[in-house]
């Protein structure tokens, strides 16, 4: 069984800054790209960042130079730096993940979510 848990989120003033993080825990054995996603009332999920196993990412042009997303292989974590936040980035922020498993079944896991507020 795979679990993937975010953690960081919270209130944040605009202009503030937050680091999200996503751990991944279970019978893993590899993670292909691991992304982040939000969702804000209303609107549709959208793909945030995304980061590949080799390291190559991918950003909305809506956070570009604002956010960073890295990982980090040897603990199965993915981060997303977040800085000069608006309050447009208010959301609940998702991680994603592709990977496989000891039984090598490949899949896509969820995490719960983390909500993240940007507000004065």
């Known amino acids: 069984q795979v679990q993937l848990v975010e953690s960081g989120g919270g209130l944040v003033q605009p202009g503030g800054s937050l680091r999200l993080s996503c751990a991944a825990s279970?019978?893993?054995?590899?993670?292909?790209?691991m992304n982040w996603y939000r969702q804000a009332p209303g609107k549709q999920r959208e793909l945030v960042a995304a980061i590949t196993s080799g390291g190559s990412t991918n950003y909305a042009n809506s956070v570009k130079g604002r956010f960073t997303i890295s990982r980090d292989n040897a603990r199965n974590t993915v981060y997303l730096r977040m800085n000069s936040l608006k309050p447009e980035d208010t959301a609940v922020y998702y991680c994603?993940?592709?990977?496989?498993?000891?039984?090598?079944?490949?899949?896509?896991?969820w995490g719960q979510g983390t909500q993240v507020t940007v507000s004065s």
């Open positions: 279970g019978s893993i054995l590899s993670i292909y790209t």
């Open positions: 994603n993940a592709d990977l496989r498993t000891y039984d090598l079944t490949s899949a896509n896991y």
